[in-house]
């Protein structure tokens, strides 16, 4: 791991020992990373020049969300990065997640606004079929059970609602190729989830998370491909004006391969075995 990984892991909060809810027992339920008194916009986003990445995220969700929602909620949201995509869209916006930190920063931002709702992932505290729209973005890494954390979604969510999902893709070149040469013993093109211990975090083979969408119940409408230029050299050599154009049509085009580290996913909620 480099130096800087190394740095930016260490103020993730603590990672030892792991949260766990006293309501859920479940050891694969533990919050992984703790971003309690992380200042994740800073120190990940402004100091880690991610002005690309964050631009990448923003053309997605313009692109998936619906024009219009009535109950709209942002999981995993932090300190609500992207409510400035959704909040005009929806008549009311919730920002839920796991971190105080991030909570009041999304409060000290958007003020009555927004809805914050703290709590964990696998046990959502909201009543079924209470959104109509729902986004998850950057956080499934942080997740082991994958299926109930779209059991739970998907619990969330009205009949016929919209839910955008980015995963963390393990399917991409820069894998492969470490693959290839030996320097790591993932194989990026099996279907079952890789934890990366140095980092703490899962990545997913869209074709298993596509398979569980649609055993779910989930229809997939629409996927794109996003950060296909995720890299600190092309960052530095074209900035993110121009790798900004080349994403948008890159974003559809090459999403049929699933090429990029960040999967994009928009899917309609339908009943379980349609
Ligand atoms: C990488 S941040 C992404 C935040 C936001 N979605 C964005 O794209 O800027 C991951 C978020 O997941 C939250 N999180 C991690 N584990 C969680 C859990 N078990 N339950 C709920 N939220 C959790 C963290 O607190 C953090 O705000």
Known sequence: MTEKKKKAKKTVGKTEPKEQSAKDPNPDHAVIADYNGYDYKKI??????????DLCDRLAVRKLLPD???DFVDIA?????????????AKNSTIFDYSKTELADAKKTYGDRITTKEGDIYNLPFKDETFDGLMMVRATHHFKDMPKVIEELYRVMKPGGVAVIEIASKKTLPKMFRYWFRK???????????????????????????????????????????????????????????????????????????????????????????
């Not at 990940?44 to 990445?53: A, I, L, M, V």
């Not at 530095?236 to 121009?242: D, I, Q, S």
Request: net charge positive.
């Open 44 to 53: 990940f986003w402004e100091d880690g020049k991610r002005d690309y990445e």
């Open 184 to 274: 790591s013993d993932i194989n990026p093109f099996s279907k079952e989830p890789s934890y990366l211990k140095e980092l703490e975090m899962y990545n997913y083979h869209p074709k298993y998370m596509e398979d569980l969408f649609k055993k779910q119940g989930f229809k997939i409408l629409k996927v794109l491909s996003v950060s296909n230029f995720r890299s600190p050299k092309l960052k530095k050599m074209f900035g993110t004006k121009f790798l900004g154009r080349l994403e948008k049509v890159a974003q559809p085009t090459l999403a049929p391969i699933r090429f990029a580290p960040s999967i994009y996913y928009k899917l309609e909620k339908t009943p379980k075995n349609a």
């Open 77 to 89: 949201g932090g300190y609500g990065r992207l409510t400035d995509e959704y909040i005009s869209r």
């Open 68 to 70: 219009t929602m009535d």
